[in-house]
């Protein structure tokens, strides 16, 4: 192997002033747990220099914060390590692009074919084309990326702009929506018994303040009062919902992902227990980690868009929104080899002037009707009493992907439901039994 690479190892990751200097120039919309991960692939990079998945995440990063001289540095690391890697070719072919550096970057997109015939790498090169002026090539790598990936509706777009129609149809008809429209909005905390969630305690009259129920201590004295669900009592809870079998199915999505630890977690429970969900990603975090956005493809899970860098549709002006969106959609569709047609809005911030623009995409909004709130109380079994509480058939399930909670109780649930009849379904399949194609 060659070496020359390593010193600039050592001054990206052991000098301390690197960090500090991350943390200062890093995009200032990013989720703040990105630089978690900075920390956790640090560390990986640490144990391991020749993690090449790590390597490529910690260039997006430093790339992302500015700092495209250091992410070269590491995308031509991790190159001398894994030359089939296909990832680090786009990334390190945008790079110099971005540069300015527009001849390498050519022949790093070149050299990339030259291992793999990607369909990605001959869309970015296609960009580039593009932007050189050379429309007759940049057609020619649109059309190839389409030839390879008929659902690559990022490469379809671009053909249109250069005035083609495309060849290959960038949507598959059989998964193209019936219609467009919003899917289970969040449930009014009015409109939910809550009842049930404060077990062993009295339920406050109206207008009590918490504190005078629960006392000083408040939450406290709420603990020691709760008593964590059975197996039995939720496999119990699901059977008392007394649902016909064509009804019997449940929609569970993650958001805010995808995370370098918890998502594999949940993807191996889902997959030992063969069931479907919808995973809502952030740009940002799906361009860090590319493979778990394939991988979700590859288990059957659908990707939707949750916005670049999870800022509120509906505080972004339109222009900002749909730029986000777009992003998001066109990474996706990159990644996964499929269109993007359903968004769920950051923090479930919506109005009609936010359903209005979503729509007019031609894409879905899907929002949720059984909220675990897995951010606010990590501790599983207080995220499974939440979800049994508020589940019901057809429902769509609210989870993160970011937080340690869900995994420790997906189990449990998908234990319950199985034993009663219910699939899990993905958001795709569920706008299909709504518009009565399933």
Sequence with gaps: MKRKFLPVLLIIFVLSPVYSALA?????????DLMKDYNVLREKIRQN??????????????????????????????????????????????????????????????TGLAISNSYWIHYNLGLLEKEEGNIVAASKCFKKALQLNPGFQSAAT??????????????????????????????????????????????????????????????????????????ASCTQIIADLKAPAKDRYIALTFDDG???????????????????????????????????????????HAVGNHTWNHKSLAKSSTAEAIDSLKRTSELISGLTGKPCMIVRPPFGHTSQRVKKLIHEQGWHEVMWDSDSRDWENKNPDRILYRVMKTIAPGSIVLFHDIHPGAAGMLQTLINACKSNGYRFITIPELIEIAAGTS
């Design 24 to 32: 200062a120039s890093f995009e200032e919309n990013s989720p703040p």
């Design 49 to 110: 220099p020749r993690d090449v998945p790590a390597l490529n995440s910690m260039g997006i990063l430093y790339a992302r914060s500015g700092r495209i001289e250091d992410a070269i540095k590491l995308w031509q690391y991790a190159l001398e390590l894994d030359r089939s890697y296909v990832h680090l070719y786009n990334n390190l072919g945008s790079a110099l692009k971005q540069l300015g550096r527009r001849s390498d970057a050519r022949l790093i997109f070149q």
């Design 158 to 231: 671009r053909l249109s702009e250069l005035g083609y129609n495309p060849t290959y149809p960038p949507i598959n008809r059989v998964q193209r929506p019936m219609s467009v429209g919003s899917y289970k909005p969040p449930v009014s905390i009015d409109e939910i018994d809550l009842k049930p969630m404060y077990p062993g305690g009295d339920w406050p009259e109206k207008n009590t303040s918490y504190k005078s129920v629960y006392g000083k201590s408040g939450r406290n004295n709420f603990a020691r009062t709760f008593n964590p669900l059975s197996q």
């Design 258 to 300: 995808p995370h370098s630890t918890y998502t594999p977690e949940i993807l191996e429970i889902l997959r030992k227990n063969q069931a479907r969900a919808t995973f809502f990603v952030i740009g940002t975090r799906a361009e860090a980690y590319p493979d778990l956005i394939a991988q979700m493809a590859r288990q059957g």
